[in-house]
Structure formats: C-alpha cells, structure tokens
C-alpha cells in the first residue's frame, strides 16, 4: 500500500521559509517521479515543482523558481521542498505526488499517488 505523508506546513510571516517533507512508503522515490503541489482555496489545485526519476531534472513553477528548491533523500525515502522568501500567495494546502510514467511532467492529471496535504500559511 503506498502511503505519501506530508509534514512541516504551518504558518510564517512574509519572507519567512519553512521545509516541507513528504515521507514515502509502499515506493520507493527514486524510482519515480516526484512533485509538490499546491491549490488555495477555491483555486484549482496547481504545480509547484518537480524532480526527476533520475533526480538530474528538477522544474519549478515561475511563480517559485528562484525561491523554492526540491531535493530528494534516497537514504530516508523522502522529498523535500525548501521554501524560502515566502509571500501571502504561497498560502494553500501543499500536496506531494508520485508519477509512476516515463514521461517527466507537470501535469496534475499525470500523477498517480498523492498525499493527504500540509497546510502552509503565509501572513502578511
């Protein structure tokens, strides 16, 4: 049974960071691709980045490139999402998903396992 648990959401200031890790079971990581999410209330649920089955390719959104970093731990079973200089947008439920396919994307649609969310709150 594969299980994708996400912790370390809460709630910062604008500019502020926190880490985000989504703790896999039932796979393992490296043999998929691995993305986090995001949707805001009332907003369709959204990319935010991906890494790589090979983890030589990471994407990011625009909205976050240069802000936010994925990494992948093999030795934990674990993806990480550092998020620094965080803004009042950022704020939503924050979803990691696995992608069992041979195509590396950004597409919701694409991915095939999914956790339950942290929440992450962005005050201005």
């Known amino acids: 049974q594969v299980q994708l648990v996400e912790s370390g959401g809460g709630l910062v200031q604008t500019g502020g960071s926190l880490r985000l890790s989504c703790a896999a079971s039932?796979?393992?990581?490296?043999?998929?691709?691995m993305g986090w999410f995001r949707q805001a209330p009332g907003k369709e649920r959204e990319f935010v980045a991906a890494i790589s089955q090979s983890g030589g390719d990471t994407v990011y959104a625009n909205s976050v490139k240069g802000r936010f970093t994925i990494a992948r731990d093999n030795a934990k079973n674990t993806i990480d999402l550092q998020m620094n200089s965080l803004k009042p947008e950022d704020t939503a439920a924050y979803y990691c998903a696995a992608d069992a396919g041979y195509i590396f994307t950004q597409r919701v649609s694409l991915y095939d396992y999914w956790g339950q969310g942290t929440q992450v709150t962005v005050s201005s």
């Open positions: 039932g796979l393992t990581v490296r043999n998929y691709h």
